[in-house]
């Protein structure tokens, strides 16, 4: 798996380089603004972009919404400080494969893996906004078909592709008790199973 780590603070991309270079992951190229992403992106072709998103001239979110457009199967991942709503919603819009915090650098190396195996991986912090930023934004109320927050919290996660036994890892929760929660939304929502279910999560939340 080849990496490329885009960040406009030298010292953090070469930190980033160090880290995930002892676990044994590739590093490509590193860069410091959002026109050297969009340049060596085309030059490397990562399997992984690792990119920050408040930069001077072009942001993260502009080199990933260009890079998008030449390269639909471009697979980013957004490392940042910043969990504005704004940013997390912008991201979703332009098809980045994730959205994680800079606090949260122990799970760096696992969300990689996760974008790499084709997953969305999104920080905890940002996964506990997704239910009420999608509801604002499409205009679907979860709450209005009885669905509880926790409920559709599980719900995003197996629109993501998780395992009951990823969800229980990831909520703290068991996995009897995370098929029980699924087993209701299908029933509130009159869906069949899984399937159904994440494609129903698509198509209210446009993913």
């Avoid at 990562?46 to 942001?59: G, Q, S, V």
């Amino acid at each position: 798996m080849k990496i490329l780590i885009v960040d406009d603070d030298s010292l953090v991309a070469l930190s980033l380089k160090t880290i995930l270079e002892t676990k044994g992951l590739e590093i490509c190229a590193l860069g410091n603004s959002g026109e050297q992403a969009v340049a060596l992106y085309k030059q490397h072709k990562p399997d992984i972009l690792l990119m920050d998103i408040r930069m001077e001239n072009m942001t993260g979110l502009e080199a990933a919404e260009k890079i998008l457009s030449e390269d639909k199967a471009a697979k980013i991942l957004f490392l940042t400080t910043f969990s504005d709503d704004e940013y997390i919603l912008k991201a979703l819009d332009i098809g980045a494969k994730g959205y994680i915090l800079k606090q949260d650098f122990e799970s760096i190396e696992a969300a990689l893996l996760a974008v790499e195996r084709g997953q969305s991986v999104f920080g905890g912090e940002i996964i506990s906004k997704l239910p009420e930023l999608m509801q604002h934004k499409n205009g679907f109320s979860y709450e209005a078909e009885g669905i509880s927050p926790k409920e559709w919290e599980i719900t995003t996660l197996v629109a993501e592709g998780l395992s009951n036994k990823e969800i229980a890892n990831r909520l703290y929760l068991s996995e009897g008790t995370v098929r029980n929660y699924i087993s209701s939304v299908l029933e509130k929502l009159s869906l069949r199973d899984r399937t159904q279910l994440a494609v129903f999560y698509y198509q209210k939340c446009g993913r």
